[in-house]
């Protein structure tokens, strides 16, 4: 499984960005986002558990960030609003067969390369 990340870039404060991260055959799988800071170690973001329709989310953003799976097509989105500059970092799409704590990168198998968002 190879999971793309897309729609990361430069926003100012109070703004908004949408990142999706696409793959094939991941309609039933576990999917998180993680974000990872400059220093700092990766963080679940938020995750999604598809046969449930359950979303998580990190209380930092909770209430701002959206995750949701695009119906019909192997694509989740992050719709992340009033963003502010401690919302930067690298973004990775992670995903997995399996349910779990999905706020720890090691419960997922599956991987993106990352996409840049900067707030300033």
């Known amino acids: 499984v190879q999971l793309v990340e897309s729609g990361g870039g430069s926003m100012q404060a109070g703004g908004s960005l949408r990142l999706s991260c696409t793959a094939s055959?991941?309609?039933?799988?576990?999917m998180g986002w993680f974000c990872q800071a400059p220093g700092k170690e990766r963080e679940g973001v938020a995750a999604?558990?598809?046969?449930?329709?359950?979303?998580f989310y990190a209380d930092s953003v909770r209430g701002r960030f959206t995750i949701s799976r695009e119906s019909g097509k192997n694509t989740i989105h992050l719709q992340m609003d009033s963003l502010n500059p401690e919302d930067s970092g690298v973004y990775y799409c992670?995903?997995?067969?399996?349910?779990?704590?999905?706020?720890?990168?090691?419960?997922?198998?599956?991987w993106g390369r990352g996409t840049q968002v900067t707030v300033s």
């Open positions: 992670a995903g997995d067969r399996r349910y779990g704590a999905w706020y720890q990168g090691s419960q997922y198998t599956y």
């Open positions: 055959g991941i309609s039933s799988y576990f």
């Open positions: 999604l558990f598809p046969f449930i329709n359950q979303d």
